[in-house]
C-alpha cells in the first residue's frame, strides 16, 4: 500500500463545476499536511497547507481528518486556469521530517 | 532571483555515459530532495538530505545512482552507465520548515 494515495483521474469538468479532491494516508505520525499544484511540464508547486481545523483560501478549502486519516481539497466555481495535477503530501516526523508526495490527482476543466 | 536552480536544463546522452546532474538550493534551506519524473507519471522519490545526518537514499533505483550534498549546499546527483529507462525530468527541491520549493528540473534523455 502506497503511504499516500490518491485518486488518479482524469476529472473532466466544466466551468463553474465544484469538485473535490481526496486523499488516504497511511501513517498515523504524519503531522503536516498540504496540496501541491503541478502544470503540465512545469515543477509542483505549494497551493494551501492543510490545517486540523480546516482552512479555505478563496475557491479552495482543504479538510483534514485525522481520525480516517483522510484529506480533501474542495474547488469551488472552477475556471479554466485551475486544470492541472493536484498533489497531496504529507510530512511525518518519524520519517526524519520528509515529505511524502501521493501520485496527483489530475484536473481538467472545460468551457 | 533566489529560488533553486539546476543545471543543465537539458541533457541528453548516449547509453553507457555517466551524467551529473546539479542543484542548487535556497540559501539557507537544511532539506534537499532529488526525484525524478517520467512523461505522465507521479514523481519518484530518489534521495533526501536533511541538515548533517545521514541521507535517506531509499528511493535510488539502483547503484549507478549516487548524489552527494557538498557544505550542506549545492548537491549532485551521479547517474552512472545511464539506461534508456533512466530518461526522464529530474527534480531538485529544497524546503525551510514544510514548505517545499522545486526547481524547474533537468530533462535528460538517454539515446
Known amino acids: 500500500r502506497k503511504e499516500v494515495e490518491q485518486d488518479p483521474g482524469p476529472f473532466n469538468v466544466p466551468e463553474g463545476a465544484t469538485v473535490a479532491f481526496n486523499c488516504t494516508y497511511s501513517?498515523?505520525?504524519?503531522?503536516?499536511f498540504f496540496w501541491y499544484r503541478q502544470d503540465c511540464r512545469k515543477e509542483p508547486k505549494l497551493l494551501m497547507s492543510v490545517y486540523s481545523s480546516g482552512n479555505e483560501d478563496g475557491r479552495f478549502t482543504a479538510q483534514l481528518n485525522r481520525a480516517s486519516q483522510y484529506i480533501s481539497l474542495l474547488i469551488r466555481d472552477s475556471k479554466l486556469s485551475d486544470s492541472a495535477t493536484y498533489l497531496c503530501v504529507v510530512n511525518s516526523y518519524n520519517q526524519g521530517g520528509k515529505l511524502i508526495f501521493g501520485q496527483g490527482t489530475e484536473l481538467s476543466v472545460k468551457p | 532571483g533566489a529560488g533553486v536552480s539546476q543545471s543543465p536544463s537539458n541533457k541528453v546522452t548516449e547509453k553507457g555515459k555517466d551524467v551529473e546532474l546539479r542543484c542548487d538550493p535556497i540559501s539557507g534551506h537544511t532539506a534537499l530532495y532529488w526525484y525524478r519524473q517520467s512523461l505522465g507519471q507521479g514523481l519518484e522519490f530518489l534521495i533526501y538530505?536533511?541538515?548533517?545526518?545521514?541521507?535517506?537514499k531509499s528511493g535510488l533505483p539502483s547503484d549507478r545512482f549516487s548524489a552527494e550534498r557538498t557544505g550542506g549546499s549545492v548537491s549532485t546527483l551521479t547517474i552512472q552507465r545511464t539506461q534508456q529507462e533512466d530518461s526522464a525530468v529530474y527534480l531538485c527541491?529544497?524546503?525551510?520548515?514544510?514548505?517545499?520549493?522545486f526547481g524547474p528540473g533537468t530533462r535528460l534523455t538517454v539515446l
Open positions: 501513517n498515523s505520525a504524519s503531522q503536516s
Open positions: 538530505f536533511q541538515g548533517n545526518s545521514a541521507p535517506d
Open positions: 527541491a529544497s524546503s525551510s520548515l514544510y514548505e517545499q520549493f
